[in-house]
């Protein structure tokens, strides 16, 4: 993959605010002192009056772009994971959720993919928190096209939107012309028959290697990106149990409450299909170099292809 264009999700996510805000006056971006790091800058530069620097203050943050919903702005709240999730995990739930706002919430440097900041800044939790609000819209985009996409289609949304970015560079996967972003829509991006792995963020990338490291081994695996993890694409998961029999599920997160619990859930009550959930163990992460955490803790195409592997004999 490494002649692959290579973009980190939360460069998208600048980028995308400022094409939006060429065509929306009402777009707004608020950033907790932190526009450098989460790509804002680029629309502080462009559009200096339409963004807020609150500060390290993500929980008052919250609640000032709850505020300026109501007049009509369309506000994109924008820092690490870990606060935006975390830190004002009550700000979001009750000024935003409760009330159903028209807030938007761009969270970057999520998972261990952060890399060397280490277990208290990566956080493998924000899923979870996140699609247990009422009424939130979770959004995990896999690369720099489908986090544009994401971009106008949560501005286009009316009410809460959580969009997970992270800060390593990924390979781009969607750059064909039939390409089309549907919020709750998921995309199968390879065909199979003997098991199905659906993945999420810079994981579908991965997937998709290690699918094709599965095919030497006359296994064939299909894949499909699952984008938004709420609301889930029901009726895609059931169709693949259906097809193969055989779920993995592939997140740069915590296997409890994220896109394994959302798979597991909605088989268990429509189709019961074996499901492997592939993700953070209930561990905490480390400072170390992002590709080698990923590898350590067999979040990579190799690590994916070994556990399907030894699973599928």
Known sequence: ?????????????GNALVELGKEHENLLVLDADLAAAT??????????????DCGIAEANMTGIAAGLSTTGFVPFV????????????????????YPHLNVKIGATHAGISVGEDGASHQCNEDIALMRSIPGMVVINPSDDVEAKAAVKAAYEHEGPVYLRF????????????DYKFEIGKGVELRDGKDCT???????????????????????????INIHTIKPLDEELVIAAAKKTGRIFTVEEHSIIGGLGAAV??????????????????????????AKELLHKYKLDADGIYERIAAEMK
């Open 78 to 97: 924008s820092t690490f994971a870990m606060f935006a999730a975390g830190r004002s995990f009550e700000q979001v739930r009750n000024s935003i959720g």
């Open 197 to 223: 792995i659906i993945a999420t963020g810079l994981c579908v990338c991965e997937a998709l290697e290690a699918a094709e490291k599965l095919a030497a081994d006359g296994i064939d695996a299909q894949v």
């Open 1 to 13: 993959m490494s002649e692959v264009k290579k973009v980190a999700t939360r460069d998208s996510y």
């Open 264 to 289: 597991s859930e909605c088989l268990s009550e429509n189709c019961p299909t074996k499901v492997t959930r592939i993700g953070m163990n209930d561990v905490f992460g480390e400072s170390g170099p």
């Open 166 to 177: 992270g800060r390593l560079a990924v390979p781009v996967i969607n750059d064909n012309a």
């Open 39 to 52: 790509k804002t800058g680029v629309f502080k530069k462009e559009f200096p009056e339409r963004h807020i």
